[in-house]
Each structure stands twice: as C-alpha cells, then as structure tokens.
C-alpha cells in the first residue's frame, strides 16, 4: 500500500468518529489546489501568525493531533510550526479526499526552511482532516511525523533493485568503467521493501549529491524478499545483512575492499542528515585526475 495513504487511514477513521460533533455541510471533492483553507494555513505557517493559525483549529470538536511522539493538542501544533521560524515552505500534495460531505482530507509533505537554529531544510510529513462547520473549514485532525532531514518517498514503487540483474555481471561491469574513468565501486546492498533504501536513492538524486555520487560506479545489491539474496556477495565484501540495510561497501577498481559498513549504519537512513551521507561518501571517492 502507498505509504502515504497507510499514514492518512487513521486521520480518516478518527474524522468518521469525530464528524457527528459538529455540524456539517454538504460538499464536493475539493482540489488541494483550490483548496482556500489550506492556503490560510500555509499563508499563517509562512508569516509565523499564531493566532491566525490557531484560529484555522477546530474548538468544538477539539482538534486531535498525533505526532510520532504521541498525542498532542492545538496548542503545542501551534507552537511546532511557530518555532520552526519558516523562512519557506512548500507543500507536495500526495493525496486528497472528500470520505464524506462537509469533510477534506489532505496528504502532503512539506518542504520547510528553517530559521529556528540555523538555515536548514525540513522534511516534514502531515495528514490533515478539514471539517466543514457552519459556514467555516477548521481542521479537526492531524497526524504530522517529526521534521527530517532528507526528503521521504511518497511509496516504495521504484524499481531500485530489478528483480532478476546478476549483481556479480553488473559489479564486474561496473569495476571495468571505474578503472577507466579513476573511480571506485559503491555497492548498496537493499530491497525494494526497504523503505531506508528509497530514502538513500532520493538522497542521491539531491544536486549538492551529484558530483560526489558521480565519482563512483554505482552497483545496487538486491538481498531479495528474505534477505538472503547475494549473501555470498554481501559476505566477500564484509557486509553483515543483519545488521540492516541499506548498507554500502566501497570497492576499488580491481575488486579490492576498502571500507564496509559493519554495523548499519545507514540503517535508518531516513532520520540522517545530508551532511552525515556526504560525509562517508567524500571520505573515499577517489579525486578526479
């Protein structure tokens, strides 16, 4: 199931349970585009409005708002997007819906620039409920992960490991291209259930990635459904699978090791930061002739 639609179905249920509180109008889908409250919201985020926020909040229902952490209440939503001190943001609507008349569900993740420490880029995923009440939309529910630092995929239907690719042909391919352009091999052992992957994979489509990630050849390993996929490769190359993927390994042209993760490192790549990915990559590229 598209991930974001898994993290949208309790904002759903609970927005059933809740609907017969308050009065509720009949209406139409809406577009996310044309969806005006939104905008206020976005528009009061933005400009670091805390009344103008708080008053988008439904008082009667009381809005319900779950956050990785738990439970939480307007007050403290409030106070989250307040002190992130946007400087921007934009919103990448991933799903919306109208289960009922009177109700607008809305999925998106939101690009965030942050001023609250120093300028840095936020990752955050939210689900919202908006209930149509009197003549007004408030929301009447949340579901919001913790800011990250790398963008989350919307699901897991990119093909990163083919089923089928002989990882030994593509590793012996990809060490005769290296050797011709002074490169090393990164192998990234990963599945496509792995949603750590994906998270690795966008991370190294990022521009500020790309000349880094271009000194290398790069092989994805594939460890297959039950994880035991090319375990003779993962083991040649000192890569211990049950630590957790995605976990890489840096080979010379010739078929050397240079360095493998030992303890998943990468594991959760998803709560990394750019600069910890950079970090490992820079520290064994080789430097262009």
Known sequence: ????RKFAAGVVSVMFAISGCATAQASGPVAASAFAPLDQWKTAVL?????ALQSLYSTTPAMQ????????DAGTETNFWIGLKVRKINLDVIQTASPKPGVQVIVFQAEVQSGASK????YITEAQAWQQQADQ????????TEPAHL????????NIYPAGVDAHAELKEAE???AKEHKRVLLVFGANWCYDCHVLDLAFQRPDFLPVVGRYEIVHVDIGEDGKKNAALARQFDVPLNKGVPALAVVE??????????????????????????EFLNNWKLEAQ
């Open 47 to 51: 400009t670091g409005d805390a009344a």
């Open 65 to 72: 708002v779950t956050t990785a952490s738990g439970p939480s």
């Open 119 to 122: 300028e840095q880029i936020l």
């Open 151 to 158: 963008k989350q995929p919307a699901n897991k239907d990119k």
């Open 137 to 144: 939309w408030h929301l009447a529910v949340v579901k919001r």
């Open 253 to 278: 042209s010739t078929g050397k090791l240079v360095v493998s993760q030992k303890n998943g490192e990468f594991e959760n790549a998803r709560a990394m930061t750019p600069d910890a990915l950079l």
């Open 1 to 4: 199931m598209n991930c974001m």
């Open 176 to 178: 005769d291209k290296a």
